[in-house]
């Protein structure tokens, strides 16, 4: 099941931040969004008019939701009044839930988005209910009562005892127990060419409690204007990975590379306005096209549904410069059969495929142009059919041989994969494939450089196999 996560915040007309950017980040990561929301505002990126609280509409959206859906992770932007705060607290409390707190009390611009003091309410009653917190400089000012005037890396034990006091309020009696939780400081200071951020993150080892500290730097940027919805991206962008597995620390680095990717792309808005760019890339779209080319060619015909192994199919295609999982698409769930057909269980995105990804990048090491792989059934009379009546090159791959180090580790296993193939062939064949070992199903691996290719090696064996 794709992994959920709901978004508790106001709403922003420019989509640029507030419930339309948290939507838009757990989309990009890969999550399904649900929201409830707390306020209307009358914003552009460059001013802020005011805001309506739908405190009254509140706690109705979050009894529909809840009371429906499997949702434990949350993330919490803009608490207008006391109102919203109790529904807030109450519902977190009655669905146990994960919650993930951007405590912003004012927009980018600097207005006020929730009443006079209700900060000093959200820490008292909110605070212990959270897991992971993301405060901006100056709300960590305010909540950590220090001042914060020009910091540096050399500041890091002034920054480490505010993130101290701010993670201990997190905690009931502000104790720190076995509950992990995090808080991470944003924009925490400066180096000359960088910007860093301060994650601390606790632990709880038998009747000892220990705080783990790192700076994540990022490339400090000369940028013209306000830059919109920072924040709410951030935060929505832990909580997808939370929602997707990953432990605290993990989800808060892969959210740290997810903004910074981001954060290099803007679209631009009249009047020095800005917003962080959350859609795909011409590349990317030219890959899911193809990838959705190749799906449309077998998903028309029952014919190709013999091709389907237990594991499922999928089809991975990858940017020509691929280096790490997330530069690979794939189809969300793979590809099972319904009514005969191949059916694809989900949506093509990218960073959701495995196996197939392992397989690309491994691959990619000896041969660029390799770009697609799809996963196959294996059938020793396919094998002879495919070598009798195509051109296509195949290669066999005995698995038994692996050493036992590399049997460990799924990716050793796809790089050994390909060595072996190289080491005898010298090249990337058409098919590599092998008949399995134990827990292992016997697999067909079929590589191509694009749509159009995979498609014709798809024909060939498809019509190999009806010859038989």
Same mark, same amino acid.
């Given at each position: 099941?794709?992994?959920?996560?709901?978004t508790i915040?106001?709403?922003?007309?420019?989509?640029?931040?507030?419930i339309?950017?948290?939507?838009?980040?757990?989309?990009?990561?890969?999550?399904?969004?649900f929201?409830?929301?707390?306020?209307?505002?009358?914003?552009?990126?460059?001013?802020?008019?005011?805001?309506?609280?739908?405190?009254?509409?509140?706690?109705k959206?979050?009894?529909?939701i809840?009371?429906?859906?499997?949702?434990?992770?949350?993330?919490?932007?803009?608490?207008p009044?006391?109102?919203?705060?109790?529904?807030?607290?109450?519902?977190i409390?009655?669905?146990?839930?994960?919650?993930?707190?951007?405590?912003?009390?004012?927009s980018?611009?600097?207005?006020?988005?929730?009443?006079?003091g209700?900060?000093?309410?959200?820490e008292r009653?909110?605070?212990?209910?959270?897991?992971?917190?993301?405060?901006?400089?100056d709300?960590?000012?305010?909540?950590?009562?220090?001042?914060?005037?020009?910091?540096?890396?050399?500041?890091?034990?002034?920054?480490?005892?505010?993130?101290?006091?701010?993670?201990? !309020?997190?905690?009931? =009696?502000? &104790? #720190?127990? %076995?509950?992990? /939780?995090?808080? +991470?400081?944003?924009?925490?200071?400066? @180096?000359?060419?960088k910007?860093?951020?301060?994650?601390?993150?606790?632990?709880?080892?038998?009747t !000892?409690?220990?705080? =783990?500290f &790192? #700076?994540? %730097?990022?490339p /400090?940027?000369? +940028?013209?204007?306000n830059?919109?919805? @920072?924040?709410?991206?951030?935060?929505?962008?832990?909580?997808?990975?939370?929602?997707?597995?990953y432990?605290?620390?993990?989800?808060?680095?892969?959210a %740290?590379?997810?903004?910074?990717?981001?954060?290099?792309?803007?679209?631009?808005?009249?009047?020095n306005?800005k917003?962080?760019?959350?859609?795909?890339?011409?590349p990317?779209?030219?890959?899911?096209n193809?990838?959705?080319?190749?799906?449309?060619y077998?998903s028309?015909?029952?014919?190709?549904?013999?091709?389907?192994?237990?594991?499922?199919?999928?089809?991975?295609?990858?940017?020509q410069?691929?280096?790490?999982?997330?530069d690979i698409?794939?189809?969300e769930?793979?590809?099972?059969?319904?009514?005969?057909?191949?059916?694809?269980s989900?949506?093509?995105?990218?960073?959701?495929?495995?196996?197939?990804?392992?397989l690309?990048?491994?691959?990619?090491e000896f041969?660029i142009?390799?770009?697609?792989?799809?996963?196959?059934?294996?059938?020793?009379?396919w094998?002879?059919?495919?070598q009798?009546s195509?051109?296509?090159?195949?290669?066999?791959?005995?698995?038994?041989?692996?050493?036992?180090?590399?049997?460990?580790?799924?990716?050793?296993?796809?790089?050994?994969?390909?060595k072996?193939?190289i080491?005898?062939?010298?090249?990337?064949?058409?098919?590599i494939?092998?008949?399995?070992?134990?827990?292992?199903?016997?697999?067909?691996?079929?590589?191509?450089k694009?749509?159009?290719?995979?498609?014709?090696?798809l024909e060939?064996?498809?019509t190999?196999?009806?010859?038989?």
């Amino acid at each position: 099941m794709k992994p959920f996560c709901l978004t508790i915040a106001g709403s922003d007309p420019t989509s640029g931040a507030g419930i339309q950017a948290d939507i838009r980040t757990f989309d990009r990561i890969g999550v399904h969004p649900f929201s409830a929301i707390t306020a209307i505002t009358y914003q552009t990126a460059t001013d802020f008019y005011g805001y309506k609280s739908l405190s009254e509409e509140l706690s109705k959206q979050l009894d529909a939701i809840l009371n429906s859906y499997p949702i434990k992770f949350v993330k919490i932007g803009m608490i207008p009044d006391n109102k919203s705060l109790d529904i807030i607290k109450d519902t977190i409390l009655t669905h146990n839930l994960i919650a993930i707190l951007d405590p912003v009390n004012t927009s980018s611009v600097g207005e006020r988005l929730s009443s006079e003091g209700l900060e000093l309410e959200i820490e008292r009653e909110l605070f212990p209910l959270v897991t992971v917190l993301t405060p901006n400089l100056d709300e960590a000012s305010y909540y950590a009562n220090k001042e914060f005037k020009n910091i540096t890396s050399d500041d890091f034990g002034y920054l480490k005892d505010a993130a101290e006091i701010i993670i201990r !309020k997190m905690y009931v =009696d502000h &104790k #720190i127990s %076995e509950i992990q /939780k995090a808080v +991470v400081i944003k924009s925490a200071g400066t @180096t000359k060419n960088k910007v860093f951020d301060l994650v601390c993150v606790s632990n709880f080892e038998k009747t !000892k409690s220990t705080l =783990d500290f &790192k #700076i994540i %730097e990022k490339p /400090k940027l000369s +940028v013209q204007g306000n830059i919109h919805g @920072t924040g709410c991206i951030f935060s929505s962008a832990i909580t997808g990975f939370l929602a997707k597995g990953y432990p605290i620390s993990l989800a808060i680095e892969k959210a %740290e590379a997810f903004f910074d990717s981001r954060f290099q792309k803007f679209i631009e808005l009249p009047i020095n306005g800005k917003v962080l760019d959350l859609t795909l890339s011409e590349p990317k779209i030219e890959v899911i096209n193809q990838i959705k080319e190749v799906y449309t060619y077998i998903s028309k015909s029952k014919k190709f549904s013999v091709l389907i192994p237990e594991v499922r199919m999928n089809i991975s295609g990858s940017l020509q410069s691929a280096t790490t999982k997330e530069d690979i698409a794939g189809i969300e769930g793979r590809i099972t059969i319904i009514d005969g057909y191949p059916q694809a269980s989900g949506e093509i995105k990218f960073g959701v495929s495995d196996h197939t990804a392992r397989l690309i990048l491994s691959a990619k090491e000896f041969d660029i142009s390799i770009n697609f792989v799809t996963n196959l059934k294996y059938n020793p009379d396919w094998i002879k059919a495919i070598q009798n009546s195509t051109d296509l090159d195949l290669q066999e791959i005995i698995r038994d041989n692996q050493p036992s180090e590399i049997k460990k580790e799924e990716f050793s296993t796809m790089q050994w994969l390909i060595k072996e193939s190289i080491e005898r062939s010298g090249k990337i064949p058409d098919i590599i494939w092998d008949k399995g070992a134990m827990g292992k199903e016997p697999i067909i691996r079929l590589f191509g450089k694009n749509s159009k290719n995979m498609i014709e090696k798809l024909e060939k064996i498809i019509t190999a196999i009806q010859k038989q």
